[in-house]
């Protein structure tokens, strides 16, 4: 039962540069999200997903772009890299029920990213 | 502006003593709380979900949520130094559209 994955661990890239940061679920949940974490800030909702096609701006959206291709997978992108998304970018999942308390999220072990 | 506050710390405890970490927050809405743990390089993971007054206890952890006090607590009994990490707290309101809220978390260093 691998959870929650993202692909890839580490990366590279050059300011203005793009990449997508792939994850995917296989708890079956319906909302995901993505979070990045820096030093001191904690952890801030980029985008996040509700369920199977819709998605949201999180906190701090600016320079990213999602896509919820299905149920299981949640994508981010970069479209032209800058210093200042250089971060940790965790994926996480959770499911919701209508009218039952939030469940926790589940998160996946994330991603290093480096823009130079 | 809805917030969860804790304090960074370090706190710092002998190992088998209790560590007690306490959260606050600003949404009188909230009903579900959660603490994570985070080891340092490594991803928030759930220690304990807590939705009702009072406490609840798993293994060596309980929570305690007081909610006209608007603080949640976690106490970890007979502390270990695999306890030593970063804790994380959150709340959540069912009209937040399943969001999170996120404390910064709060230092643990758990001494031999």
């Known amino acids: 039962n691998a959870g929650v994955t993202q692909t890839p661990k580490f990366q590279v890239l050059k300011t203005g540069q793009s990449m997508t940061l792939q994850c995917a679920q296989d708890?079956?949940?319906?909302?995901m999200y993505w979070y990045r974490q820096d030093p001191g800030m904690g952890l801030r909702l980029i985008y996040y997903s509700a369920s199977e096609g819709t998605t949201d701006k999180g906190e701090v959206p600016n320079g990213y772009n999602v896509s919820r291709l299905n149920k299981r997978e949640f994508s981010l992108r970069l479209e032209s890299a800058a210093p200042s998304q250089t971060s940790v970018y965790f994926c996480?999942?959770?499911?919701?029920?209508?009218?039952?308390?939030?469940?926790?999220?589940?998160f996946g072990d994330g991603t290093r990213l480096s823009i130079l | 502006q809805k917030e969860v506050e804790q304090n960074s710390g370090p706190l710092s405890v002998p190992e088998g003593a209790i560590a007690s970490l306490n959260c606050t927050y600003s949404d009188r809405g909230s009903q579900s709380f959660f603490w994570y743990r985070q080891y340092s390089g490594k991803s928030p993971e759930l220690i304990m979900s807590i939705y009702s007054n009072g406490d609840k206890e798993d293994g060596r952890f309980t929570a305690q949520l007081n909610k006209a006090s608007q603080y949640v607590s976690l106490l970890i009994r007979d502390s270990q130094p695999s306890d030593s990490a970063t804790y994380l707290c959150?709340?959540?309101?069912?009209?937040?559209?399943?969001?999170?809220?996120w404390g910064l978390g709060t230092s643990l260093a758990v001494n031999p």
């Open positions: 996480a999942s959770s499911v919701t029920v209508t009218g039952v308390f939030n469940q926790p999220q589940h």
């Open positions: 959150a709340g959540a309101n069912a009209g937040n559209n399943r969001k999170l809220i």
């Open positions: 708890m079956n949940h319906n909302s």
